[in-house]
Nanobody, 122 residues
Framework: QVQLVESGGGLVQAGGSLRLSCAAS????????MGWFRQAPGKEREFVAA????????YYADSVKGRFTISRDNAKNTVYLQMNSLKPEDTAVYYC???????????????WGQGTQVTVSS
């Protein structure tokens, strides 16, 4: 069992930056791939980024490539999402998830956090 808690969301102006954190409980964190997803009002949840269990492989949605960076610290049981050059269309609730493989498919993740709100004003 893995419990995930996101933090770091907030209100930021367009062009600004935020860093989201996702703290995981349990001693098996390092065996899980991690992903970030987001859901805007009235829209489906969409993939943002994923990272392999070792951190050696990362994947990004085209919409965030070059602006967002996913990383993890297995010693701290934490995964991060550094978000730069934020746009109003990045406004959403951001969720972290844990699963056996780093994929853009939400259904492949077994554990989810409660989400953190990111609002980007124009």
């Amino acid at each position: 069992q893995v419990q995930l808690v996101e933090s770091g969301g907030g209100l930021v102006q367009a062009g600004g930056s935020l860093r989201l954190s996702c703290a995981a409980s349990g001693r098996t964190f390092s065996s899980y791939a991690m992903g970030w997803f987001r859901q805007a009002p009235g829209k489906e949840r969409e993939f943002v980024a994923a990272i392999s269990w070792s951190g050696g492989s990362t994947y990004y949605a085209d919409s965030v490539k070059g602006r967002f960076t996913i990383s993890r610290d297995n010693a701290k049981n934490t995964v991060y999402l550094q978000m730069n050059s934020l746009k109003p269309e990045d406004t959403a609730v951001y969720y972290c998830a844990a699963g056996p493989t780093s994929t853009n498919l939400a259904g492949r993740y077994n554990y989810w956090g409660q989400g953190t709100q990111v609002t980007v004003s124009s």
